[in-house]
């Protein structure tokens, strides 16, 4: 196993062993590891076929550029995961908390600390921005709450090349979009998200995520039927609203 590890991230015997023996597996995507008293995730380059590829698009691309992002966000400051250990092949993070989907959907905890959580989202995300990157898709289902702070996780569409306002902008746009997903509409926490991110953000990015809103207005329209034909369609249904949501923002 040809490693490169931090000496202020020691991994445990038993997890190291747990990692040696996951490497020598064929390659998953992700996977959790848990030994020894601590968690991580091991995220590999995926080996994919030619059908799969043409699904799924580039797994090395998509792998290097979320590699590249947390060396790169992480050593300026940003919301995201260390890298504990790494290889030609593979890198592994720490478990960092539990989705933020996953809190708004059960409604976890109290409504006040599920309004801090999302304030803090809103404000990881806005500090990014302000920063200059774009993650790429910051749906609350790739933001980890740990009891303490938010983490942002998986950029495989982080681009340092693709950074503008317009890039920034539908981060912003994927954002709201996955608020309403999550939370069946708008809630006291999109709301708290939102405030935190606009307090923060460029306002450039805000304006222009709510001009591409206005130009698809009419897409929105159409999509509406299709939204109430497939009630169960999370995504689907919470395109329009999205629309809807920035054009009066």
């Not at 062993?17 to 995926?46: C, F, H, M």
């Not at 999302?118 to 990014?128: D, I, P, S, V």
């Not at 933001?143 to 950074?163: H, K, P, S």
Request: hydrophobic content about 45%; overall charge positive; glycine content about 6%.
């Amino acid at each position: 196993m040809n490693t490169t590890s931090h000496p202020d991230r020691a991994l445990t015997p038993e997890l190291e062993a747990a990692l040696a023996n996951a490497l020598a597996e064929p390659a998953v995507r992700v996977r959790r590891i848990t030994a020894g008293g601590q968690s991580v995730w091991l995220k590999r380059d995926e080996k994919l076929g030619p059908i799969w590829r043409l699904r799924k698009g580039d797994a090395k691309t998509a792998f290097e550029a979320d590699r590249e992002a947390l060396h790169l966000l992480g050593a300026k400051g940003m919301a995201v995961p260390p890298i504990l250990t790494e290889g030609a092949d593979h890198f592994v993070t720490p478990h960092m908390g539990r989705s933020l989907s996953v809190i708004l959907r059960r409604q976890l905890r109290e409504p006040a600390k599920r309004l801090e959580i999302f304030t803090a989202a809103g404000a990881a995300l806005a500090k990014l921005h302000d920063a200059g990157y774009r993650h790429g898709r910051p749906s609350i289902r790739d933001m980890l709450w740990n009891g303490r702070a938010v983490t942002l996780i998986d950029f495989e569409r982080f681009r340092t090349e693709r950074c503008g306002p317009r890039d920034l902008a539908e981060d912003a746009m994927v954002f709201v979009h996955s608020l309403l997903a999550y939370g069946r509409g708008e809630s006291p926490e999109m709301r708290a998200a939102i405030v935190a991110y606009r307090a923060a953000a460029p306002a450039k990015v805000w304006d222009t995520a709510k001009a591409r809103a206005r130009r698809l207005a009419v897409h929105a329209a159409l999509l509406r039927p299709l939204a109430r034909l497939s009630p169960r369609s999370r995504d689907l249904g919470a395109l329009p609203m999205t629309v809807d949501y920035l054009r009066r923002a």
